[in-house]
């Protein structure tokens, strides 16, 4: 990434974007190098002291920025969000839509409290913001793109996790949605699925000791890049500022991963196997067909290995 605003010769120069949730981690890596590809960030964040830090690395850099500082979810934020890009900057043409909380329950331990922070962060956050920035890309009428961040957890179900693995699983099919209904405005709506050594990642247990050894400085371990898609935030970043680009105009409704080594790109969901019979079933007609035919496709729950990040 060079400091002209390129980024191996894909350039954001004259674009603006919001992220929210960009005062750490991977919303912060996603801001940062999105400025030094050359678009100006409206930096999201509920902490003031870390949007204004993240505005500060980026203005000291020679890159646009500012804060807003509010939680997502209300109208109102999201309101606010794209009235600093567009008084600040002179128009939007990015939204990328990061910010999340955990709240980690067994089902039968959750509360109705811990649910509806995740539902109100995650998935209406994403709505309310997703729905002002297409407001004002239409208005502008040149097209732009949207950028939701779902999780592995939303692909395949995430022990102790009903609230997150809900609202990104959500997530994606609202960006599905999202890219049928805004196609003939010209903007995209895409999914990036992240897989990151992050406070998030951190709360598993098998990614713990791992998280603690990149704090202190030490390198990735080849084999966790490579069979985990475990890498640094900074690795997610690149998806981002291609999703943001001219490059990617074609490409929209899509769930993309990325993190260590590995790009992914994951399937729409599809019937595995249809059996008809006439008239209709019976309860005793569904078992003898689940057994003797169905039975062979079903699919098991969960990652296709134990390991599952971010």
């Known amino acids: 990434m060079s400091g002209d605003g390129t980024s191996d010769g894909i350039s954001l120069a004259g674009r603006v974007v919001i992220v929210t949730g960009a005062g750490r981690s991977l919303g912060k890596a996603y801001a940062t190098v999105l400025a030094q590809a050359g678009a100006a960030v409206v930096v999201n964040d509920i902490d003031a002291d870390a949007a204004e830090q993240v505005v500060a690395e980026i203005t000291s850099g020679g890159g646009q920025a500012t804060a807003v500082v509010a939680p997502v979810g209300p109208a109102a934020t999201a309101d606010a969000l794209v009235e600093a890009a567009r008084s600040t ?19 039968w331990k959750m509360s109705d409290k811990d649910f509806d922070l995740v539902v109100d962060t995650h998935l209406k956050g994403t709505f309310t913001c997703g729905r002002a920035a297409a407001v004002a890309m239409r208005e502008q ?36 949605t999202w890219s049928l209904e805004l196609a003939r405005f010209g903007i995209t709506a895409n999914a990036v699925v992240p897989t990151a050594l992050s406070p998030m990642t951190a709360t598993i247990p098998a990614y713990a000791q791992l998280y603690e050894d990149y704090l202190a400085g030490e390198p990735i371990p080849s084999r966790y890049r490579k069979e985990n898609a475990l890498g640094t935030p900074e ?7 291609w999703l943001a680009s001219d490059r990617s105009a074609d490409v929209t409704g899509q769930a993309i991963g990325i993190g260590g080594d590995r790009l992914t790109l994951y399937s729409h969901p599809q019937a595995l196997q249809t059996v008809d019979h006439d008239d209709g079933w019976t309860a005793e007609q569904i078992d003898k067909v689940w057994h003797g035919t169905l039975a062979a496709h079903a699919q098991p729950s969960g990652p296709p290995s134990k390991d599952a990040a971010e």
């Not at 900057?89 to 089902?107: M, Q, T, W």
């Not at 793109?145 to 022990?159: D, L, N």
């Open 141 to 176: 009428g040149e097209g732009g793109r949207i950028v939701v961040i779902g999780s592995p957890a939303g692909q395949f179900g995430s022990f102790g996790q009903t609230n997150y693995a809900a609202v990104k699983a959500g997530l994606v099919a609202m960006a599905r």
């Open 89 to 107: 900057f002179g128009r939007l043409d990015v939204l990328v839509a990061n910010a999340g909380v955990l709240r980690d329950r067994v089902l």
């Open 235 to 241: 690795d997610v970043a690149p998806l981002i500022v």
